[in-house]
């Protein structure tokens, strides 16, 4: 779906594109190149000179191990099986349920969209030990274990494919080797208890991407680089771990485990439904968690009391009752300048403008009327405050609103205008959405 999204819009020819059936065949870097052997579907070979290579070709990453990085970790004993039915069962087609009898784990995903059934469900389990010397699984061995361990009554009417697999836990110690950075599968993979795998893929290359794509531009120094494996390696690692001890209890068939399972369970789904733990759930699975307080990359006000350089700029609304995330969005960095009072709104503004132009990366810039309490108290803002942040949400820096106090922040890791290639506007002000949200832009 991504991919598709990124054909279509495609650039100009040679400047960037989705090149399908096209395969790495050899990877060396220089100093100042890596150096990719691709391989066209007619068996033509290209050779291309990039000044980085980012390895998203997943869990047998080719790249990964053509830098001879290990792939520490293990493989989960017990293997697991996936099939598509199309099923006749009594429970409620609008939520996922997930079964934990003796033999492990059963967990059924109704699926949506063209040329689905509304009876099609993904059904995804243990493999019972007598099973695991069977070469290929049918719809009679899936309704064979709904029979024995389902506690309703579910009819297979036609099975789409069974697959069996084994998911494994594994990491390498390194997401960068000189001009070569590894995101996704490629770097991390986990169990698929929580749904984390993707997820965690896609933040390590949206973390990546607009780094990567300010210092090609010229636009910023290569330094802003080593802030992405110090930032996304304990994420993996805190996601890996967190889905190993998930999985094993769930998915163990040990008699320990079971044993757990029945007594808690029950208890513990009631006090998931309670709203504040629902809500913390809800923040791991959602992996708004995330922050990057160690990050070599950010700084400014570390001691605040809310609110740290590193962390995710919380979601807040307006007193419009509009959210803080409408004006986040898109790929340029945002600062927020909260001043203490109306009138220092044009002043603050303006002088952030002559600022930010000396840069050639784009910021839109917002003021922040001291009536949006709400927001400030989200914000956890006492005296004026700025915050500069980042394309993917992140605060980069937060300190007070003084522009020589951010200016060598941003000397540290962006490029000034005189020393950048094809500089654009380095400063934008959406006027029209001060006016609709209240607050002076
Ligand atoms: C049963 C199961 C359920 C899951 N459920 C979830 C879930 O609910 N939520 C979630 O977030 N994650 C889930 N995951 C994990 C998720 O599927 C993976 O984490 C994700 O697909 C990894 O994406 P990736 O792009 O890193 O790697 P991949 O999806 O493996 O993509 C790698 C790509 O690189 C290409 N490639 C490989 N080698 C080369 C080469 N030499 N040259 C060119 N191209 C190459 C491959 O063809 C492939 O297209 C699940 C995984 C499993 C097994």
């Known amino acids: 779906m991504l991919l598709n999204d990124l054909a279509e819009q495609s650039g100009p020819k040679g400047a960037y594109g989705v090149e399908r ?26 050779v291309v000179h990039a000044r980085y290579l980012i390895a998203a070709d997943g869990a047998s990453s080719f790249v990964r191990k053509t830098l001879g990085l290990e792939f520490d970790g293990a493989t989960y004993a017990d293997p697991l099986f996936v099939a598509d039915v199309d099923m006749t069962w009594p429970l409620d087609r609008d939520k996922f349920y997930a079964q934990v009898p003796r033999q492990g784990m059963l967990t059924f995903f109704p699926m949506r969209g063209d040329g689905y059934s509304d009876r099609q469900y993904r059904f995804i389990g243990r493999i019972p030990a007598s099973w695991e010397d069977k070469e290929e699984l049918t719809g009679d061995d899936i ?28 990491m390498t110690k390194q997401f960068r080797v000189g001009r070569i950075f590894l995101v996704g599968d490629a770097a991390h993979i986990h169990s698929p208890a929580g749904g984390q795998g993707m997820n965690t893929g896609i933040q390590d290359a949206w973390n990546l991407a607009w780094k990567v794509a300010l210092v090609v531009k010229g636009q910023a120094d290569e330094k802003l680089l080593e802030s992405y494996e110090p930032e996304r390696m304990p994420v993996a690692k805190a996601v890996l771990n967190g889905s190993d001890k998930g999985f094993s209890f769930i998915g ?64 807040a609304h307006f007193n419009s009752g509009e959210s803080i995330f409408s004006l986040l969005r898109g790929v340029d960095h945002h600062l927020l300048l909260f001043v203490e009072n109306s009138g220092d709104s044009e002043v603050e503004r303006a002088r952030a403008k002559s600022l930010l132009t000396t840069y050639a990366f784009k910021t839109h810039v917002y003021v922040i009327d001291p009536a949006e309490r709400s927001l400030r108290g989200v914000y956890g803002v006492v005296t004026p405050t700025a915050f500069f942040i980042r394309p993917d949400g992140h ?27 094809g500089a654009g506007s380095g400063y934008t002000a959406d006027f029209s959405r001060g006016r609709r949200l209240g607050f002076r832009a």
């Open 395 to 421: 605060i980069a820096w937060r300190g007070e609103i003084n522009r020589h106090n951010l200016a060598s922040y941003l000397d540290r890791f962006y490029t000034r205008r005189k020393r950048c290639r």
């Open 143 to 170: 309704q064979s274990l709904l029979d024995d361990h389902s506690v309703v009554d579910a009819k297979i009417n036609r099975t789409g494919w069974v697959s069996k697999y084994r998911i494994h836990r594994r």
């Open 252 to 315: 163990s068939p040990n008699s320990v485990f079971h044993l757990l399972r029945s007594a808690l369970l029950p208890r513990l789904t009631d006090i998931a439904s309670r709203e504040n733990v629902g809500k913390g759930i809800f923040k791991f699975l959602s992996q708004t968690w995330i922050g990057y307080r160690k990050s070599p990359a950010v700084d400014g006000d570390k001691n605040a009391k809310k609110v740290r350089p590193g962390d995710r700029a919380p979601f």
């Open 21 to 46: 059936n096209t395969e790495v065949v050899s990877v060396e870097q220089s100093a100042h190149y890596v150096i990719v052997t691709l391989r066209h579907e007619d068996g033509a070979q290209e």
